[in-house]
């Protein structure tokens, strides 16, 4: 997904890196949802990212309701007013006109697919932002526990 978006990051001079962990577990999952879960929190990093960095992480965290694996977005764009935070996954939800929007018309859907994905694969969607800084989302798997543990 990474990959897929690169060009318009390099095209609007924002620097695209990732750090992926080869040692999660299992977590159980329908690749194309996951894939276009993610792939819409890279475009709209894109389209709120005037310039700067977006960052794609995957890490396990440890938690007391048990071990979850997240794929992390961060970027340094516009960030979410707080008012509108509680809005953000409800459809038809939009923050207006962006910079540079060449990947996608916004039709304010995304990110309630984004939590509709999640909560379909028992998982859920957190976010962290703070105005004029950037963005965070965590899209949060529950690990699956093999014969061995």
Do not use: C, W
């Amino acid at each position: 997904m990474v990959r897929l978006v690169g060009d318009e990051g390099v095209m609007k001079g924002i620097k695209i890196t990732s750090h992926l962990s080869d040692t999660l577990p299992v977590i159980r999952a329908n690749v194309a949802y996951v894939g276009q879960a993610l792939l819409n929190l890279l475009v709209n990093a894109l389209e709120h990212t005037p310039s700067g960095t977006i960052e794609v992480k995957t890490y396990l965290k440890k938690e007391e309701a048990g071990d979850k694996v997240v794929i992390e977005v961060k970027d340094s764009g516009t960030g979410i007013d707080p008012d509108r935070m509680d809005s953000i996954f409800e459809p038809l939800t939009s923050f207006g006109k962006t910079q540079g929007r060449v990947l996608s018309v916004n039709a304010g859907m995304g990110l309630h697919f984004v939590k509709r994905i999640m909560e379909a694969h028992e998982g859920e969607v957190r976010v962290r932002s703070v105005l004029g800084e950037g963005t965070v989302f965590f899209l949060v798997f529950p690990a699956i526990k093999t014969a061995s543990e």
